[in-house]
């Protein structure tokens, strides 16, 4: 119940700030959604030496008020697996709502398109479901990435995030994802 709050809540966050954010000049390409997929690698209090490896998808929208300086929001979800003795397997559901503020290099770029490496630091809240019990946290974050906007408005870069929480089921994270979206 508290995973699927959360999801409604961060959907509803995100589509509010694509509706109230102010229209950028014209042929200035200053916002963006952008789907987020690849691999995060989390550590936690209760795991066996292992670290475990989950898949992660998430849903991304950023803005640059000013020149460089910008917001950003998202929402996402991974899957993490245990393979315990004797074939027992748990599972951990994470999801996560963020929001930071984030700084965007446009040198490289011509109008809004072009490459668009960025940095970003947030706060990030966090619900899980599986293994012992279902618990929620908070944590801080840092990201950074490399991006390419094409005139159409397309984007297709890469993207890496680090996570420490107050959590023992997900203590820090570090994941690596493939990025497509739409800037306008």
Same mark, same amino acid.
């Given at each position: 119940?508290?995973?699927?709050?959360?999801?409604?809540a961060?959907?509803?966050f995100?589509?509010?700030?694509?509706?109230?954010?102010?229209?950028?000049?014209?042929d200035?390409?200053?916002?963006s959604?952008v789907?987020?997929?690849?691999?995060?690698?989390?550590?936690?209090?209760?795991?066996?030496? %292992?670290?475990? #490896?989950? &898949?992660?998808?998430? @849903?991304? !929208?950023n803005? *640059?008020?000013?020149?460089?300086l /910008?917001?950003e929001?998202?929402i996402?979800y991974s899957?993490?697996e245990?393979?315990l003795?004797?074939?027992v397997?748990?599972?951990?559901?994470?999801?996560?709502?963020?929001?930071?503020?984030?700084?965007t290099?446009?040198g490289?770029?011509?109008?809004?398109?072009?490459?668009?490496?960025?940095g970003?630091?947030?706060?990030a809240?966090l619900?899980?479901?599986?293994?012992?019990a279902?618990s929620g %946290?908070?944590? #801080?974050? &840092?990201?950074?990435g @490399?991006? !390419?906007?094409? *005139?159409?408005?397309?984007t297709? /870069?890469?993207?890496?995030?680090?996570l420490?929480s107050?959590?023992d089921?997900?203590?820090?994270?570090g994941q690596?994802?493939?990025?497509?979206?739409?800037?306008?």
């Amino acid at each position: 119940m508290r995973t699927q709050t959360i999801c409604s809540a961060g959907i509803a966050f995100l589509l509010a700030a694509c509706a109230t954010t102010t229209a950028p000049a014209e042929d200035d390409l200053t916002r963006s959604i952008v789907l987020h997929w690849g691999a995060r690698d989390a550590s936690s209090a209760g795991s066996s030496g %292992a670290d475990d #490896a989950g &898949v992660v998808i998430g @849903l991304d !929208y950023n803005s *640059r008020s000013w020149d460089w300086l /910008g917001w950003e929001a998202g929402i996402s979800y991974s899957e993490h697996e245990d393979f315990l003795l004797f074939g027992v397997e748990e599972s951990l559901d994470v999801v996560e709502v963020d929001l930071g503020g984030r700084a965007t290099y446009c040198g490289w770029a011509d109008a809004g398109a072009g490459l668009l490496p960025y940095g970003s630091v947030g706060v990030a809240a966090l619900a899980m479901e599986g293994r012992d019990a279902d618990s929620g %946290a908070v944590g #801080a974050y &840092v990201r950074g990435g @490399l991006c !390419y906007v094409f *005139r159409a408005g397309f984007t297709l /870069g890469f993207d890496l995030k680090f996570l420490a929480s107050s959590s023992d089921d997900v203590e820090t994270y570090g994941q690596f994802t493939l990025q497509f979206g739409w800037s306008f």
